[in-house]
C-alpha cells in the first residue's frame, strides 16, 4: 500500500488504539452503516483491514460476507490466529485480486492516505464494486494551512499522505464516484492524540517509540484533520 505500513504495527500505537487501529474505533464504520442500510449478506470488502478487527465485527454483529485485505503480513497473521476463520488476503490496495462488480461495498479506514497512487486505487475499487456501490472512506486531511505535496519522507504514513478536501473530492469525482456525505470528525483525531501523549508523556516520545522519524504535522504548516465520507459508484 505504498508508504510503510510500520506504524500500525507497533505495540506504542496499538496498546491506545485497540484492534481497530485508527481514531474512533469503530464508531464511524456503524456511522457508514446505519447510512448505506447493507442487505444482509451483502458481499463487502475492508481494504487494509489490518487484524480484521473490522472484518469480524462486520461479519459477527451485521451478518455481512465480509472479507479483508491488507499487505502486512504480521497483521494478517495475527488475525488469523485470532479468527482462523475470517477470510483476510494479502495484496495490494491498488490491484484487488476481485472479479468486476462484485461488491456491495468497500470500506478504507486509515488506507487511502497510505496508498501512493490513490487514482489507481480508486480506480481498481470502482471496478469491483456492483452498479450503486458504496464505497465508506474514513482518513486524514490537510484541515488548516499551506499543503506540500512533498512529504517528509520519514513521516508517518496517514500524515504523509493527508491532502485538502477539495482535493479529495476531486479525486472522487474523476474515479466515478458520487459523494454523498462528508463529515469532519477532528475531535476523535484530538481524543487519539490526547491518549497518546497520556500512554507516552508527549506525542514526540510516542513518534519516538513507534519508530517514527518526523511527525506532528503535514508537510507544509498544515493541521490534521479526520473525515468520514461516503459514496456511491456511477457510471
Do not use: N
Not at 447493507?38 to 463487502?44: G, N, Q, S, T
Not at 454483529?61 to 488475525?79: F, N, Q, V, W, Y
Not at 475499487?125 to 482518513?139: E, I, K, P, Q
Not at 474523476?174 to 476523535?188: M, N, Y
Amino acid at each position: 500500500m505504498g508508504r510503510s505500513s510500520h506504524l500500525y504495527e507497533s505495540p506504542a500505537l496499538r496498546a491506545v488504539t485497540g484492534p481497530a487501529i485508527r481514531p474512533g474505533g469503530l464508531a464511524l464504520t456503524e456511522r457508514a452503516l446505519a447510512l448505506c442500510r447493507l442487505p444482509m449478506d451483502a458481499l463487502v470488502l475492508d481494504v487494509g483491514c489490518g487484524s480484521g478487527a473490522t472484518v469480524a465485527h462486520l461479519r459477527h454483529c451485521h451478518g455481512l460476507r465480509a472479507i479483508g485485505l491488507d499487505l502486512s503480513p504480521t497483521l494478517l497473521a495475527e488475525g488469523r490466529r485470532l479468527d482462523a476463520a475470517l477470510p483476510l488476503l494479502q495484496a495490494r490496495a491498488e490491484r484487488l485480486p476481485l472479479r468486476d462488480a462484485r461488491l456491495t461495498a468497500i470500506f478504507s479506514e486509515c488506507l487511502l492516505s497510505l496508498v501512493a497512487d490513490p487514482a489507481a486505487a480508486l480506480a481498481d475499487w470502482h471496478r469491483v464494486l456492483a452498479a450503486d456501490g458504496f464505497l465508506v472512506v474514513s482518513d486524514l486531511y490537510a484541515r488548516a494551512g499551506r499543503w506540500a505535496q512533498q512529504a517528509c519522507a520519514s513521516a508517518p504514513g496517514c500524515l504523509a499522505g493527508a491532502v485538502p478536501r477539495d482535493l479529495l473530492l476531486a479525486r472522487m469525482q474523476a474515479a466515478g464516484f458520487d459523494v454523498l456525505l462528508w463529515e469532519d470528525h477532528t475531535p476523535l483525531l484530538k481524543q487519539l492524540a490526547a491518549r497518546l501523549v497520556w500512554a507516552h508523556g508527549s506525542l514526540a516520545a510516542f513518534w519516538q517509540a513507534a519508530g517514527a522519524g518526523c511527525g506532528g504535522g503535514i508537510p507544509g504548516g498544515g493541521r490534521p484533520g479526520y473525515y468520514l465520507m461516503v459514496a456511491r459508484k456511477t457510471g
